[in-house]
Structures are given as structure tokens and as C-alpha cells.
């Protein structure tokens, strides 16, 4: 068998995992949120904050914060009041449906409604792997140049939201804001774009209603590259406990 080969092979059976975790998670009544992005995009802060308008509202939220070491995300987001989970993954450069339904069980809030997942800061492998969620979000911050969409469009092409991070610094980094939607536009035509700034917690109450809303529907937005494309499921579910 060749490396494809294996590779789809190994592709296959998570899409399969992540297709029976979806389910038995929808059937609690609980939606996945995946968030994607590079090292450094202000992914965690800004995860903080709507972590923290979360509890502020009453909205039962949970995080499940993925990196190679330490569990500084971890103690940084739990000061948003919101149940938080670290999964270290030894060196694996991205998350796996199996991972994540491992550390679900016996752990999940029987009340929850959303479940964030911080992807590994990556935009590379991360983008191939369904975790079962309805909705994929991919980060990018104003320092990392207009035309990264296009470096990764894998990442950016299977996104149903894409969200603009330090916004505050735009100026200073000469961001170019008309050609970073363009080239958005190239690679997932329709997709919203929203900005954010976690500084001053701007952008947070959009990515909450966001995620609420895709627990009633699912995305009308089908990216191209969508993990699951055709909005069913397959495979068998395995309760989560």
C-alpha cells in the first residue's frame, strides 16, 4: 500500500469516528465548534472572551484546548468560569476525532450545549481532520499577511466562518483588509468573515451567536472543502459517557 493510500485509509476511519461522535453529541443536544489557526493568532484569547460571555449569559459552554505541551491554554481559559479540559497530543501536529471522544468521556457537562475545541496551532494538517463538528472556524490575525488564505486553502476553503483576530493592530501592520477578503472569496466564494479583537472583547458576542445558531440549524454556508460536504452523517455512534 502506498503512503496515499494510507493516508486516506487513516482519513477514512476518523471520518467515521468524527461522523458517530457528531451524532451521539447532536442527540444530547450539544454542538462542536472547531477553531483553526496558525501559532500566535490570538486564538486562545479571544476564545477566553467568548468563553466569558458565555457564562455571563447562562450559556452552558465547554473547551477542550488541544496543544504539544504544557497546560498554559488550559488555566487561561478556565478563568473564563466554563468547564476547560487540556488533551496534549505528544508531538501530533493536529487533533483526531478518536482524541477528542476519548477525553469526552466521563467528562462532559450533561447540560452542555456548545463544546469549543482548540485545534493545535496549525494550518496545515489540523484542516484534513473532522472532529465532529458542525461548525469549522478558521483564525487568522492581522499580522500574518493577506495572501495566507491562499498559502492554505485547504484550511480556509473547508471554514464556515472565517474570523479576522487583533484587529487593533491593523494599521500598524499595514494590513490590507479589501485583499484579504478577495483572496478569502478565491478559495471559499460566499464565506462570512468576521473581525475581532479580543483586547477589547469585540467580535466575541458574534462567534457565540454563531456557534448557538448552528446548535438549531446547521451552516447555510457549504464551503467547498467542507470535512462532512454533503450535511449527513455515517457510521455508527459510540455513546459518550
Not at 467515521?16 to 461522535?21: E, F, I, P
Not at 459552554?61 to 487540556?86: C, F, I, K
Not at 462567534?207 to 455508527?236: C, F, I, K, N, S
Request: charged share 20%.
Amino acid at each position: 500500500m502506498c503512503r496515499s493510500d494510507v493516508k486516506q485509509a487513516v482519513l477514512a476511519k476518523n471520518d467515521d469516528l468524527a461522523a458517530g461522535l457528531r451524532e451521539d453529541l447532536a442527540s444530547k443536544g450539544v454542538t462542536v465548534v472547531n477553531l483553526l489557526s496558525s501559532p500566535g493568532s490570538g486564538k486562545t484569547e479571544l476564545l477566553g472572551r467568548v468563553l466569558a460571555r458565555a457564562v455571563e449569559r447562562g450559556v452552558p459552554v465547554v473547551a477542550l484546548t488541544a496543544d504539544l505541551a504544557t497546560e498554559n491554554d488550559a488555566v487561561r481559559l478556565a478563568r473564563s468560569g466554563a468547564p476547560v479540559r487540556q488533551l496534549l497530543t505528544d508531538g501530533l501536529c493536529h487533533l483526531e476525532a478518536r482524541q477528542v471522544r476519548g477525553h469526552l468521556e466521563g467528562w462532559l457537562p450533561e447540560d452542555t450545549a456548545v463544546l469549543f475545541v482548540e485545534n493545535v496551532g496549525n494550518l496545515v494538517c489540523p484542516a484534513s481532520y473532522d472532529l465532529g463538528e458542525t461548525l469549522r472556524i478558521v483564525l487568522m490575525a492581522v499580522t500574518e499577511g493577506e495572501d495566507k488564505p491562499l498559502k492554505y486553502p485547504t484550511a480556509f476553503g473547508s471554514a464556515h466562518l472565517v474570523v479576522v483576530t487583533k484587529t487593533d493592530l491593523a494599521e500598524a501592520a499595514g494590513f490590507d483588509e479589501a485583499a484579504f477578503r478577495a483572496n478569502v472569496q478565491r478559495v471559499n466564494p460566499g464565506v462570512e468573515i468576521v473581525r475581532s479583537c479580543a483586547r477589547t472583547g469585540d467580535g466575541s458576542d458574534t462567534l457565540l451567536e454563531h456557534a448557538l445558531a448552528a446548535r438549531d440549524t446547521p451552516p447555510l454556508h457549504r464551503p467547498p472543502l467542507a470535512p462532512h460536504p454533503h450535511g449527513h452523517h455515517h457510521g455508527a455512534a459510540t455513546p459518550v459517557s
